[in-house]
């Protein structure tokens, strides 16, 4: 009778649920971004990102990505944005971090390449500058009377380094403009295995890395080697780096931040490159730009938004808000956490590649409704999906997730006990810590799999049973079939290794 009488509680249960809106999420598929639309992006960098990209057969989002953080290290950290209306303390520089994920297969690298071309001229131009510059001063040096003051050591400039020591990249700083400058990787995978916590001083050199994405000053201090003071720690960075590697990566550092800083792009796979003349029209303006860009004179005057633009951003706060505090995924909310800043970051790159269309400074102007709009369709509609796309993978819970979905499909289970059913059917469930496993039963029941059964509450008010949203027996009946039939091979082949 009493097994009659719970039968009755799950159906009317069944049946409450079936007038919500429970459409179970799909666990099983890959998810995969959309493509990218590359008119998102300014025009001049999207021009130029899909003739290019045609030229070498590489996905457009790999050079138009590549070329936003191109121009964001070009623009001086002195100009500014200032996000709020009334708050003049909360600024943001044009200081961006971009990785390329894909396989060498993608051609990341040669796309990342197309975008950086122009900065490698303007670096070594400046290089070249300041060379002159030093070798002047030196002579000036050399004529001074002893006793006489030493003429002040010119300020040199340079806009990119890449495979440096913290070390070195403090020298660097320290005698060079406060306008920050541009790590550029190949592949990213050597910049981060080289911050390994376990070599020495290598815990203090990710910890410098990771202030760079802030910049301001920084003093330091090394034994046998003195002490140096940047009035700006401040990098951009831009690279490559093959998916499982950043995994593993993200993996073994126990999400310290890094990767949480990037801007993660999924490179789409490389068509066929195409023997075509360049449109070398796009060339010139978008090298035309990133001059202008470099040659940008700092301002005490941060770059403000119309109010339009308050709005959108207003709006766009809200919605990373919601999901920060709704998405189950702690390490994507994580990440989702700098966007705020990242967005009003991008903002002024955007806004400052506009105005050089014009040439005007952008301080002349505040940043419009349509940028606004235009960036924060970016974020949302491109830059999230593929965070989604990365964080997704990470995340035990998830996979722990798949792993009880599955096994409700194989059992058919209309309703389960966490103790004697997930124990007895799921081995792994014993080794999780108890945290571990509510973790991943409210992810189930997030995604609409399951909902605790109100009968069932144990004495610390956790459920101690779970109905089974019955939607997922006919919405993965394939998945159901696959999984019944590897679990009667596992058996099998068990049971033949026991004879």
């Known amino acids: ?26 666990l099983f598929n890959k998810f995969v971004p959309p493509p990218f639309p ?37 623009i001086d950290d002195r100009i500014k944005i200032q996000p709020k ?20 297969s993608t051609k990341k690298s040669p796309g990342i390449s197309k975008a950086m071309k122009p900065l490698f001229k303007i670096d070594q131009r400046w290089r070249t500058e300041t060379a002159k510059a030093l070798y002047e001063w030196q002579k000036d040096c050399d004529a001074v009377q002893k006793g006489d003051d030493l003429p002040d050591r010119p300020i040199e400039k340079r806009l990119i380094v890449n495979d440096i020591t913290v070390e070195k990249l403090g020298d660097i700083l320290s005698k060079s403009e406060p306008r ?22 290598a815990g203090k050199d990710r910890a410098a890395w990771l202030e760079a994405f802030n910049g301001g ?11 140096t003071f940047v009035d700006n720690w401040s990098t951009c960075v831009l690279g490559g780096i093959q998916p499982q590697v950043v995994q593993n990566y993200a993996h073994n550092t126990n999400h310290d931040g890094m990767i949480q800083r990037f801007l993660l792009v999924f490179a789409d796979p490389a068509k066929l490159d195409k023997d075509i003349s360049p449109n070398l029209t796009t060339l010139d303006e978008y090298r035309g730009s990133l001059e202008q860009l470099a040659g940008l004179m700092p301002s005490s005057k941060p770059v403000t938004l119309s109010e339009p633009a308050q709005l959108i951003r207003e709006a766009l706060n809200e919605k990373l808000h919601n999901a920060t505090v709704s998405l189950p995924n702690k390490f994507l909310t994580a990440a989702m956490g700098k966007w705020q800043g990242i967005y009003a970051r991008l903002l002024l790159v955007f806004h400052c590649l506009e105005m050089a269309e014009e040439f005007t400074h952008p301080t002349s102007q505040p940043v ?22 990365f964080y997704h993978d990470l995340d035990p819970a998830e996979e722990n ?62 459920p101690s049973a779970y109905l089974v949203n019955p939607k997922v027996h006919t919405l993965f009946t394939e998945h159901a079939k696959i999984e019944r039939e590897r679990r009667a091979e596992v058996s099998a082949m068990m049971a033949e290794i026991g004879r």
């Not at 009778?1 to 799909?26: F, G, R, S, W």
């Not at 920050?180 to 001083?201: C, F, H, P, R, V």
């Not at 058919?412 to 007895?424: A, G, I, M, S, Y």
């Open 38 to 74: 590359i008119g998102l992006l300014p025009k001049v960098i999207a021009d130029y990102a899909t003739d290019q990209s045609t030229l070498i057969g590489v996905d457009p989002a790999v050079i138009g990505m590549s070329a936003i953080c191109a121009a964001a290290s070009c």
């Open 401 to 462: 997730a798949r792993n009880i979905a599955s096994l409700l499909l194989a059992r058919n289970w209309e309703r389960f006990t966490v103790k004697r059913d997930l124990d007895r059917y799921m081995k792994a469930t014993r080794k999780m810590k108890p945290w571990e496993l509510e973790q991943t039963l409210d992810r189930l029941e997030a995604f609409s799999w399951i909902q605790p059964d109100p009968g069932k509450i144990n004495e610390k008010g956790k």
């Open 1 to 26: 009778m009493e097994h009659v009488k719970k039968k009755a509680e799950i159906q009317q249960v069944k049946t409450n649920n079936e007038t919500k809106d429970d459409q179970p999420l799909d």
């Open 368 to 389: 419009s409704g349509k940028t606004a709009q235009q960036v924060a369709n970016l974020m949302w509609r491109v830059l999230l999906p593929h965070a989604v796309r």
């Open 217 to 227: 000053p920084k003093a330091i201090d090394r034994i046998g080697r003195g002490s």
């Open 85 to 104: 209306r009334n708050d003049p303390t909360w600024t943001e520089s044009a200081r961006l971090w971009v990785a390329i994920i894909g396989d060498p």
């Open 180 to 201: 920050g400058i541009l790590s550029y990787q190949d592949e990213l995978t050597g910049w981060l295995t080289s911050m390994d916590a376990y070599k020495n001083g």
